[in-house]
């Protein structure tokens, strides 16, 4: 029986990300799991402005969600030709909403076992505000790994 059957690898397609989907495709292929890849699209709601001002009329909603499914497809690929496995076998999601909140419905509705996704650490505004990360770790019905990223000025040191 393998420790993990499918591992949900979280990410938000910074070069730290790679990091977090290394880790996570590692152990995978040390389970035989299977890897499901998911982005998050954190939509702020547009503000009232001054009715002076005139803003074009677009869906920034609808662009923000494309951009994010363009950039999963480039990945997914990417990580199936760095892993040497088939880019069907990868599942992905691209979802609108709160990243701490999707992460954990998406790993529950999945069945995922494992959520890997990147930390960075509880210093500054991330600890006023809370993490994802830990709020993840609070929440989720399955184990979580937090893969430690250093920030460029910690990892030259």
Known sequence: MSLYRHILIATDYSAAARQVAEKGFTLAKSCNARVSLLHVVEYIPPFDLSSDLVLPEFDLEQEMLENARE????????????????????????????????????????????????????????????????????????????????????TSH
């Open 71 to 154: 950039r999963m497809q480039d990945l997914t690929k990417k990580q199936a030709q760095i892993h040497d496995i088939d880019a069907e076998a990868i599942q992905n999601w691209v979802e609108l909403g709160s990243p701490k909140e999707e992460i954990v419905r998406i790993a529950a509705e999945r069945d995922a076992d494992l959520i890997v996704m990147g930390s960075h650490g509880t210093h500054g505004l991330a600890l006023l505000l809370g993490s994802t990360a830990n709020a993840v770790l609070h929440h989720a019905g399955c184990d979580v790994l937090a893969v430690r990223i250093q920030d460029s000025d910690q």
